[in-house]
């Protein structure tokens, strides 16, 4: 009986967080030019958004929409209870960004999250204009993380790193059996 009444409040949680990065949503993009590119009407779009209305957000609209807009929070925000983050994957090579590039967008992201933090620490409420923002931030640094994490698997697969290793291992005086 218990697991049930525990699953009827995750269930309601998960329901008050989904209506509030809906809000959110319509807040931080423009719904109209959104709406447009998948080829929906703008209101259409914003009453699925609007908790208040009969007409719900489903699922392949919400795909669409996260697509043309790059924008993963409504997913994010439902899978957060269950430790799923969803990541964007660069579409084509102009949006791929060098290994550099990632690690210093990783500090700048850091260092955001670390002045958040201390704001947040120091404030006696915290609004839910901040948690989102911060929110965020935090998934966007986790996701140009897990882009990184890609980018150095694809780099060191193969047998050419590992022919490299081996070329630098000998180079740099390994003892070799039978010569040493």
Sequence with gaps: MSANVA????GE???RAFDAVCCDFVVNHDVEKIARTIGMDGQV???MLNPSQPRHLTVPVMAMLC????????PNTLFS?????TIPVPRSEEERKTYLERVLQLSADSG????NAHAICTAERLPRST???????????LGNLVLLINDLEERTTGLQPLVQMGTE???NGAPIPGLA
Excluded: H, P
């Design 67 to 74: 697509y043309a807009s790059g924008d993963y929070t409504i």
């Design 7 to 10: 699953m009827y409040e995750l």
């Design 45 to 47: 779009l914003r009453n």
């Design 131 to 141: 948690k989102r923002k911060t929110l965020a931030v935090a998934q966007a640094a």
């Design 112 to 115: 955001e999250l670390s002045s």
């Design 169 to 171: 291992f000998l180079v």
């Design 81 to 85: 209870e269950d430790g799923v983050v």
């Design 13 to 15: 949680r998960k329901q």
